[in-house]
């Protein structure tokens, strides 16, 4: 065995094509170690240590100081120890049995296609590593173990050139707290740490990727198959834009930002006119629940039917399209969502909108104070305020908008729209566009009683004036204040009327503007 010395100054060392034992001593020195089973020693300063494409068996101790260990290409067993310092490790493309140790310090371990069972330990400090799926021999990246150690650990893992689906479980890590994963083409199972973890999946499998805790990413864009998200605890990040298979994205606790909505850009054509531009949309039938917190869910764009569920919290869900003004031509272009879609607020201050949508479309704000919009919607869209003091905006075609209880605000657009009553004590809902030529006003026999029968009302249930004058009188319009009232047995006295609906004076209402269910 050769035995070579460098100064105390910075050295070049050379290995013979046999074992060596190369000491770099004191200096920032560069050893490369040649053919044979070699020990290169780089001791203090900031070295670089190289037993790349060797064949051998190799030892590279970093010593202390910020070193480089470099065993790419290589087909032994080597051992790597970076000790104190900042150390970066190469084992990228080697095929042998590798340990590496990072000991104290920053260090970032690079296993780009490894085919070896290498061990991978990064000791004291925050560390990296990057590992990848070989293209010649993709499952042996099944055989990388990692342990973090202590500090704030990051492990990336492409699987992108795998051949088959992956498992995250398939490699051994330990003490990570951050994770970053490139899913494969086949059917996929991510699945996180307790820190904030960034996980993708291929484009074409049905994958299933779970974060855990931590606020997570969690990404399967442009995917065309069948995904699962889940986003768990924390405040996470999950997206399927432009996707075309039916997705399940769950957001969990925290405050989630989820969407299936295509990307939307803007530019400037030649005359400098400014255009707004939609890429693909998404065509499945998507399911987004924000669960606890503050959520936005989106589906912007998409020809699927999807349901956003918003959970509790206080929710931004929108199922929307988009208007511009063409300046070039003088009018205005559209890109809408064409689905039948359902989005339920849940329990909160919630924000739903069907803008410029043109299916069918259920909005349902649920409990607390929210606000529904289908402006602009050419569909027929029915607009459910839930509990609490609600405002409803709806569209352009025939919708049917339900205050619910609370006292809330009402405007049906254009179309011939349906305002529903449940109950006669639900609040003091404000009619603000009702139109007396063709639309209606639907009340509940059960919930307002007064001996009420389906149908169009009788003419001798209606009247307009300040109360009712006959005993079946049942429904009182004012038209001088525009205030609408229901008394359970008209002019008997025994039940006083109730006002439950507030239009504008003057109306030209009549009982069939009236229908009973």
Do not use: C, H, W
């Not at 910075?10 to 044979?36: A, E, H, P």
């Not at 001791?43 to 190799?58: I, K, P, V």
């Not at 459910?384 to 569209?395: E, M, T």
């Amino acid at each position: 065995m050769a035995n070579i010395n460098g100064t105390s100054g910075n050295d070049y060392l050379y290995g013979t094509t046999s074992d060596d034992l190369i000491q770099g001593l004191s200096g920032n020195d560069q050893i490369y170690g040649n053919g044979g089973n070699d020990t290169l020693d780089g001791g203090s300063g900031n070295d670089g240590l190289y037993a790349s494409y060797s064949a051998g068996n190799n030892i590279l101790k970093g010593g202390s100081g910020s070193d480089v260990l470099d065993v790419s290409y290589s087909s032994g067993n080597n051992t790597l120890t970076g000790d104190a310092g900042a150390d970066t490790f190469y084992i990228s493309y080697s095929t042998g049995n590798n340990t590496v140790s990072g000991g104290d310090g920053i260090d970032i371990f690079y296993a780009y296609g490894a085919q070896g069972a290498n061990t991978l330990s990064g000791g004291n400090g925050d560390d990296s590593f990057y590992l990848s799926a070989p293209y010649t021999f993709p499952s042996s990246l099944f055989s990388q173990t990692v342990d973090g150690g202590t500090g704030n650990d990051y492990l990336y893992i492409d699987y992108t050139y795998s051949s088959v689906g992956i498992d995250t479980n398939q490699i051994t890590y330990n003490s990570i707290e951050r994770l970053e994963v490139r899913g494969t083409a086949y059917d996929d199972n991510i699945v996180g740490t307790n820190g904030n973890d960034v996980l993708y999946g291929g484009n074409s499998g049905n994958d299933t990727i779970a974060g855990g805790a931590g606020n997570d990413t969690l990404n399967v864009d442009y995917s065309t198959g069948d995904n699962s998200l889940q986003g768990g605890a924390g405040n996470d990040n999950l997206s399927a834009i432009s996707s075309n298979g039916d997705n399940l994205l769950s957001g969990g606790d925290g405050n989630d930002v989820i969407s299936t909505s295509a990307y939307y850009y803007y530019y400037y054509d030649y005359y400098y006119y400014g255009y707004y531009s939609v890429g693909s949309p998404s065509s499945g039938n998507n399911t987004l629940y924000g669960g606890a917190g503050s959520d936005n869910l989106s589906a912007n764009y998409s020809t699927g039917n999807n349901l956003l569920d918003g959970g509790d919290g206080n929710d931004s869900l929108s199922v929307s399209g988009y208007s511009f003004y063409d300046y070039y031509y003088g009018s205005y272009s559209y890109y809408n969502s064409s689905g039948n879609n359902t989005l339920y607020g849940g329990a909160g201050y919630d924000y739903l909108s069907a803008e410029y949508s043109t299916g069918n479309n259920l909005l349902d704000g649920g409990d607390d104070n929210d606000n529904l919009y289908a402006y602009g919607a050419s569909g027929e869209n029915t607009l459910n305020g839930g509990n609490g003091d609600d405002y409803l905006y709806a569209g352009n075609g025939n919708d049917i908008l339900i205050g619910g209880n609370g006292n809330d605000i009402l405007y049906g657009g254009s179309g011939t729209d349906t305002f529903v009553f449940n109950s006669f004590n639900e609040g003091i809902d404000t009619l603000y566009d009702f139109n007396a030529i063709d639309e209606l006003i639907q009340v509940s026999a059960t919930g307002f009683g007064g001996g009420l029968s389906t149908g169009v009302l009788s003419a001798s249930e209606f009247t307009i004036g300040t109360s009712a004058s006959t005993s079946t009188q049942r429904f009182i319009y004012d038209s001088t204040t525009g205030g609408l009232f229901f008394d359970q047995d008209g002019s008997a006295g025994a039940f006083a009327q109730v006002q439950f609906a507030q239009l504008y004076a003057g109306v030209s209402l009549t009982n069939n503007n009236f229908v009973v269910v």
